[in-house]
């Protein structure tokens, strides 16, 4: 009151929420009064009750200055709108920050050390255990139901056929209730959520404790045998089945993130099986990667033989006279013939006629670029082993300037797009 300061009426407490985030929402709203012009001091109790965060307390200072706010800490002498009070805020700022990483760092350690005591530090519950009094205790039907899943895998030898076996006997992962009284788990199993479980060690009594697993002190449900055989199993499996591709710098998949599978409506990923030195790519539907083969049978395409086929409409796309006119009325309309380059039109249709030497002449790299600039996704269908290919418009228009803006070598030719980092 002695500096004539009007409290609002409208406080901006954020209870419950951590002082490491800026996404609060009481927060949010005084930011937008801020931006409003209807604050001229924020105070508060403490420093790190605005952020316990250096770099989001220096965003959120250079955001009142830019409005003329001053911040102010009523425990702390200091106010922001003084040389020597931006000083004093940023050396307790990273002290504050300073304290919230030892917080994080001890509670790490915490939980490690207890984890290699063999106790439980709480989660998700898996299938096969209750929680009780923050300790694991075996559940008998889920148990048994856990026992009856190590054994299919040891009779199939297979996770998708594990998988479809247990969606018809419809068996979920674990169900429980939240300490607020909601209900959660329960879902379908994957493939992801099956491997976990069989080779987790919490079934034989042990836990992990960061890079080791250790005793725990809760009780076995699976023997010893059956689990080694298991995870031997699965090692064996892991290196033959297929897997997500991740090497998108080779641009081998020209259609990772294009293909959708045209009987569910699903993403077609890219994934991969080797068999020696050899590897063999194709795009799966995700239906199947997360169900099972059954789910949505014969719902993959061999990379190579998609690919070939949606490039083989790119390089048709000059010899399509439907293209042509569709392109050229997509020109004019967008308006690239304005201010008199309405005769630059045939030179864009020159350019489209000169696509497959240009696509002849692209790397890898430029390839992958202008099929997503042309391609707006692939359809394709398992049942009638049929492809669409749906172009995007508006990346013809890009592409067609792209090259024409070239002008064409002094053979007549058109130039190849430009490379990454540079259209």
Not at 116 to 144: C, F, H, I, K, Q
Not at 214 to 220: I, W
Not at 286 to 311: K, M, S
Request: charged share 30%.
């Amino acid at each position: 009151a002695g500096e004539g300061w009007t409290a609002l009426p409208e406080r901006f407490d954020d209870g419950g929420f951590s002082g490491a985030t800026t996404e609060r929402p009481a927060l949010r709203r005084l930011l937008e009064r801020v931006a409003a012009g209807g604050v001229d001091v924020v105070a508060c109790y403490k420093l790190d009750r605005l952020s316990r965060s250096l770099v989001d307390f220096a965003r959120l200072t250079a955001l009142f200055e830019e409005h003329g706010v001053s911040f102010v800490s009523i425990t702390q002498s200091f106010d922001s709108a003084k040389p020597m009070g931006k000083l004093t805020l940023n050396i307790l700022m990273s002290f504050a920050e300073f304290e919230r990483e030892q917080i994080a760092e001890r509670t790490r350690d915490k939980i490690l050390a207890t984890r290699r005591r063999g106790r439980w530090t709480g989660g998700r519950p898996m299938l096969g255990y209750d929680v009780v009094d923050g300790a694991l205790v075996p559940n008998a039907d889920e148990s048994e139901r856990v026992r009856a899943i190590f054994r299919l895998y040891g009779e199939l030898g297979s996770l998708t056929a594990v998988l479809a076996e247990l969606r018809r006997r419809a068996w979920t992962n674990k169900r429980w209730t939240t300490k607020h009284g909601k209900n959660a788990g329960g879902t379908e199993f994957t493939s992801a959520s099956l491997r976990r479980l069989l080779s987790s060690p919490l079934v034989v009594g042990r836990i992990r404790a960061g890079d080791e697993v250790v005793d725990g002190r809760h009780e076995a449900i699976v023997d010893e045998r059956t689990w080694n055989r298991t995870q031997e199993r699965l090692r064996r499996a892991a290196a033959s089945e297929e897997r997500p591709y991740r090497e998108p710098k080779d641009w081998d998949n020209l259609l990772a993130g294009l293909v959708e599978c045209g009987r569910c409506g699903r993403s077609m990923c890219a994934v991969y099986t080797a068999r020696g030195a050899k590897r063999y790519r194709a795009y799966v539907c995700a239906t199947i990667q997360r169900r099972g083969a059954a789910a949505c049978p014969g719902a993959r395409a061999p990379a190579p033989a998609l690919e070939d086929v949606v490039v083989s409409r790119l390089r048709a796309l000059g010899r399509d006279p439907a293209l042509r006119r569709r392109a050229t009325a997509e020109l004019k309309a967008s308006g690239a013939a304005e201010d008199g380059a309405e005769a630059d039109v045939p030179d864009f249709l020159r350019a489209l006629v000169d696509f497959e030497p240009v696509w002849n002449a692209l790397f890898p790299a430029e390839r992958g670029r202008i099929v997503r600039l042309l391609v707006e996704r692939v359809v394709y269908d398992p049942d009638g082993k049929t492809v669409r290919v749906d172009f995007r418009p508006a990346g013809l228009r890009a592409f067609l300037r792209e090259v024409g803006a070239s002008g064409g070598d002094e053979e007549g030719g058109v130039s190849p797009p430009a490379g990454e980092g540079e259209g």
